[in-house]
Nanobody, 128 residues
Framework: EVQLVESGGGLVQAGGSLRLSCAAS?????????????IGWFRQAPGKGREGVSC????????HYIDAVKGRFTVSSDSAKNMVYLQMDSLKPEDTAVYYC????????????????WGQGTQVTVSS
């Protein structure tokens, strides 16, 4: 089973940047590899549900973003290192949340239930 660990969160002023990392390890009994999974970034603000933010498809062939982060966030992957990154620029206070990465067979940002192997999350706080 793929296990994911997020890192890179912190406190930043509005307009600043952060780079989140998602480290993946493990193989399923069926022999699936990291490249077989789509990796999605989700966030959860206090009192709100988990919101899909961005996703990179299996093998890194395509990327997806919600409108609120298009042009500001960039998702990428390094299959040699089993890593997925979320570069976040021009951060806004409304980006404040705990950010999680999850694995799925397809990128469906509107369906968090399709993702699994969630890490513990990393806190991103953007001050105004």
């Amino acid at each position: 089973e793929v296990q994911l660990v997020e890192s890179g969160g912190g406190l930043v002023q509005a307009g600043g940047s952060l780079r989140l990392s998602c480290a993946a390890s493990g193989l399923t009994l069926g022999g699936f590899h990291f490249d077989d999974y789509a990796i999605g970034w989700f966030r959860q603000a206090p009192g709100k549900g988990r919101e899909g933010v961005s996703c990179i498809s299996n093998g890194g062939g395509s990327t997806h973003y919600i409108d609120a982060v298009k042009g500001r966030f960039t998702v990428s992957s390094d299959s040699a290192k089993n890593m997925v990154y979320l570069q976040m620029d021009s951060l806004k206070p409304e980006d404040t949340a705990v950010y999680y990465c999850g694995a799925a067979m397809l990128c469906r940002l509107g369906q968090a239930s399709l993702f699994g192997s969630w890490g513990q999350g990393t806190q991103v706080t953007v001050s105004s």
